[in-house]
């Protein structure tokens, strides 16, 4: 009887533990599904790429390449709540969960039962892993699969049942897709493997099985890799820190990491909260000292040094040390250990208080809860590198835009470039409203429709009516009301592009000046390839005569928002400057202008309102004075 109400406590606090976590992990979300950083957007739409045309791959190469492993795991989460940062958070925070149990097994392999249990308790409010699995990234899947590969890997040492063996093979080879420092584990318990081969013949069979069912699984990946070396190693070649003093370096940020001063990214942590606060430095301090005397076998003392070890080869190897993201892997010995130490101080207070000393351990997980909840929920949330790191404007326009106008008025966002993840994610989640990027200083696009436009607002747009939402102190999100299309004189090329002047220049001009044009255009429909547009200013003969060109410019139109992606409803105004010489003589000149392909020089034809054989266009007819006249 008096083992079944042990097993009904532990059953319990397992049960607790995993609501404490859900608690943490959940309590932010109504404010973090909000907010979307490029990197979550990125795998958001790789994982959109999955539903929209469904395959299977290792590794996409896009946004400096990832394995395809979480990207799979987001698909359901989107296809059940939609294109929303909501969907990519749900889906970190239920793999964060899954880690508990995950956790529980492997420590059950290397601890007492009970030692497990505070183990998941000490992953349930450790911050460090409460904050990444709020964090949209595929290196939360590595502690998950690590820990459910390491634990059959154990267990089919300890049992050597092909069960055990085939399913320690299963994680082992899933582990490759989730994260590249998944790799070094991999090695790790590859290494192990062959050890029990060699040294234990009776378990070679059992080796072979999750050795042999490892490689299958993970062979795709593998051969990607091989055919593919620029793509899927490049990353690791940008951050790789191979020097002596580097190494040096980042080893010494690691041991300041766990009660001085952690990562300072904000993506990954509270900048500068070191690993362990007292309430859980404690338990894992006396872990360290009572390891030996708790584990199952003393080998595995060894080994679990050897795990951690090997999770924060992948930051020492690399920049930014302490890396909380590539050493992810850290978090399973951190918990282990402070679990170990919780047990140690159980049972210690036991002799003492009997039964009530079950309070001890509880009081130092309930205060490490409450502490990474403050941290996160509160220093985090309202840290000022925050906003600019979760795209906070760009999210904050699209959720205005979407509860306050309909799908027909374009969202135009004009601080990120065109190919922006995030963006790219708003525009595939607010679809079918036109959602596009463009830069200030190079154009402005306009639109015969009612517009949004997040800017900054001293870029001092263009705009005759509009109401303003103010969405921080440099952003503020812009109704503009329906401008005019195409400015009334104006050509026609290849019998969808107008282009014309929006505002007539001064008849006459002197040496030296800069001539400022600004010029509208506007596209039936976006074209094949963009162009760039030419000034030239001549005069009698012309250049077609044997005449000089006495300027010109050649510059693209708005490559931030090429003509590849006009819509008929806009047009887009953009100013041209060209500089005349100094010796130009007096007399009579024409300014003409035109379209072509930068590759090949072919002009585009001139089908309105007069073709011509030079597939120009005469903006003006210039008079160059001397200043003296």
Known sequence: MQVNVKKHELLWLLVAFLLMGAALRWAQLHVLSGMLNTDEAANGLDALSLIQQPRLTPFFPSYTGRESGWHYWLVPFLLAFGTRALAIRLAATMIGLLTLPAVYLLGCELLPRRAAVWAAGALAVLYWHVHLSQIGFRAILMPLVGALALAWLLRAYRTNRSSAWWRAGLWLGLLAYTYFSARVWLAYAGLLLLFWGVREPEKRRGVLLAGGLTAVLALPLFLYTTFNPSTSLNRIGEVSVLSVTGILNNSLAWLGAWFGQGDQNVMLNLPGRPILDWFLGVP????????????????????????????????????????????????????????????????????????????????????????????????????????EQMELPLNEAAAWAAAETTAAVPLYVTHLTPNNPTLLFWAEALAPRPVAAFDPAECWVQTDTAALYLINPASQPPLAAYETVTIDEEYQLILAEPDGRIAPTSATFNDSIQLGLAAPLSAQIQPGETLHLTLNFHADQPTADPYSLFLHLYGDPSPYEGGPIWAQIDQPLCPSHPMTTWRPFETIRQTFSLTLPTDLPPGEYTLVTGLYQPASGQRLPLTGPAPNEWNHFELADLEVRQPSE
């Open 284 to 387: 894992f301090a006396v872990g360290v000292l009572t390891l030996w005397q708790n584990t199952r076998a003393k080998w595995q003392v060894g080994w679990l040094i050897g795990l951690a070890g090997t999770a924060v080869v992948p930051s020492l190897l690399s920049d930014h040390a302490p890396h909380f993201l590539r050493a992810i892997g850290l978090v399973l010995p951190v918990a282990l250990v402070a679990g170990a130490g919780l047990y140690a101080l159980e049972q210690l207070a036991a002799r003492a208080v009997g039964r009530a000393a079950l309070a001890l351990p509880l009081l130092l997980l309930l205060a490490a809860g409450l502490t990474t909840a403050n941290d996160f929920g509160q220093r985090w949330r309202t840290h000022p590198d925050l906003p």
